[in-house]
């Protein structure tokens, strides 16, 4: 009976029942989106980094692990300095430059010996080595994302820069120049902003730590491994506070849609609520026709919220080919218990109001 009556009910009115499906949607599709864009961001980030094959970062005092927030502060002469700690290898300072020119990404200015010590070495797709000024290396992902081969002329940092090589992805940045030509661009004649140093044996790396903190005492000084556990949003100062708001503009979309909706429809079906109640009908079966007819339609807008998400994410790779966006299992729940519970509240109102009726004024309603 009363599976019939929401189906019933559902269907009476298909472009409100349409419009409310497509807001729950959008309210789902908001939260995977936001979430699933910066989630994915710092986690390629972190995988970037612990790429490197570095053992410690050494980043300027109150420096963000967030390296593309982070200047150059630094004097690279710290370099010779740390290099001469015991039990450190290699020593690799990098220049970083934050460009939006073709999208958003981070330059790596490199000196490619020290890199390579620390790194092991770029893995060559095609190309060779940066050797002249105006070299720059792209990782494969950007090549494919961006059509660009060897040979091409890429316009950069308002500079343009002749692809030397295209390189294996995860060696920290998308894109690598020389660490005097960034220099130069930056303004930052002399500086870096973060060293990766690789310890002789990664067992010493503890003890490489200390020796680098009695040096350098207000220097970041951090070990690689832990760095994925570092990034999350709550390390970001301003981008929690950004998606817990966007969770909450969402949530409140879908609760004001199912209000409007549900209100609506209870005002329309006064006099059905008044035969349901002249019939003998409890409140609570009032109610739980009003919340059951909620549930269905926040299900509905679930289903299409998570087909539009991931629409939404190929997109997002289409236009932004080297962005990664993850859409997990954990967050497909959260979103679907936020669509769920907010439809609830909005519907209490409703279901309270109609529960609530005379049955006799309700079958005189015209």
């Known amino acids: 009976m009363i599976k019939h009556m929401i189906l019933r009910n559902i269907l009476y009115r298909p472009v409100r029942t349409l419009i409310t499906i497509i807001a729950v949607g959008v309210e789902v599709t908001l939260v995977l989106t936001v979430v699933g864009l910066t989630s994915g961001m710092l986690s390629d980030t972190a995988k970037r980094i612990e790429g490197i094959g570095a053992d410690i970062m050494v980043q300027p005092p109150s420096a963000s692990v967030f390296m593309a927030f982070s200047g150059a502060p630094m004097p690279i002469e710290i370099g010779q300095r740390l290099a001469q700690i015991k039990n450190v290898q290699a020593v690799a300072p990098v ?109 010493q790396t503890e003890k490489v730590i200390g020796l680098i903190s009695a040096l350098l005492p207000h220097y970041e000084v951090r070990p690689l491994r832990d760095y994925m556990s570092l990034m999350t949003s709550s390390n970001l100062p301003g981008l929690k506070t950004f998606i817990d708001s966007m969770i909450w503009l969402a949530a409140a979309i879908g609760f004001l849609v199912i209000l409007l909706s549900m209100y609506t429809t209870i005002i329309e079906r006064t006099r059905e609520i008044g035969v349901l109640k002249s019939l003998g009908a409890s409140r609570s079966y009032v109610v739980r026709v009003i919340l059951s007819e909620t549930t269905a339609l926040c299900v509905a807008g679930i289903v299409l919220g998570f087909g539009m998400s991931y629409g939404v994410r ?23 218990g936020l669509a769920i519970v907010g439809g609830w509240l909005g519907a209490t109102y409703p279901a309270w109001l109609a529960s609530r009726k005379d049955p006799i004024e309700a079958l005189a309603y015209e």
């Open 95 to 203: 220049l970083l430059q934050f460009n939006s020119t073709n999208g958003l990404d981070i330059i790596y200015g490199i000196d490619p010996v020290t890199f390579g010590q620390v790194s092991g070495g770029f893995v060559f797709h095609a190309g060779h080595e940066l050797q002249a000024a105006d070299d720059i290396l792209v990782d494969d992902w950007y090549a494919k994302g961006r059509k660009v081969e060897v040979g091409d002329t890429l316009h950069v940092l308002g500079h343009d820069f002749h692809v030397a090589g295209i390189v294996e992805h995860g060696k920290g940045a998308r894109l690598f120049v020389l660490m005097s030509t960034l220099q130069d661009l930056s303004g930052a004649r002399d500086k870096a902003s973060v060293f990766f140093i690789r310890c002789d044996k990664p067992e």
């Open 314 to 336: 190929m997109l997002f790779l289409a236009v932004f080919p080297t962005l990664t966006i993850l859409i997990t299992p954990i967050w497909l729940l959260k979103a679907a």
